[in-house]
């Protein structure tokens, strides 16, 4: 049986969209002095980060797909259990009765691992972007510097 995000990727496949691979190794930490990284250097952590943000947006689109599967089957059982437990006479022990299946529970258990992920992923997003963001600062505050510097020369100031 296939995931609703499995689905997602076979539909944005026949756009023309690939599934974002792996990178190598971790999402790399930030160094506590940037300004020690030579311009290479940085260029390559600022990669890395490009590619964890692009990664990470993908498999959190994943998860959110998959979060969403899992809701409407939390969904469908809480109503099907509902629907069984039709001897019980208040909509409030239809409910308890609904809440205490087994298949209920099951599925209340998906959905939870399913949206931590999600807002884990979340996070893992954002952090590689605001790493990513901060690289893109410090490369263009040295190139800035260099314009200045250049233009200085160029002008006789």
């Known amino acids: 049986m296939t995931t609703a995000a499995e689905r997602l990727w076979d539909e ?14 971790y999402l790399p930490a930030l160094p506590l002095d940037i300004t020690e990284l030579t311009d290479q250097e940085l260029m390559v952590l600022y990669g890395q980060y490009v590619s964890w943000t692009a990664y990470a947006a993908a498999r959190l689109v994943e998860a959110r797909a998959n979060e969403k599967a899992a809701k409407q089957n939390l969904n469908h059982s809480l109503a099907t259990a509902s629907l069984n437990a039709s001897m019980e006479k208040t909509v409030a022990g239809r409910k308890a009765a609904a809440a205490a299946d087994s298949r209920v529970q099951a599925d209340e258990e998906k959905h939870v691992a399913a949206l931590s992920l999600c807002e884990a992923l979340d996070m893992v997003h954002k952090n590689a972007e605001a790493r990513g963001s901060f690289c893109s600062r410090d490369l263009s505050r040295r190139q800035n510097s260099r314009d200045t510097e250049t233009r200085a020369h160029r002008w006789g100031v």
């Not at 496949?13 to 190598?24: A, I, L």
């Open 12 to 25: 944005l496949e026949t756009m023309g969209f690939e599934k974002e691979e792996r990178p190598d190794g």
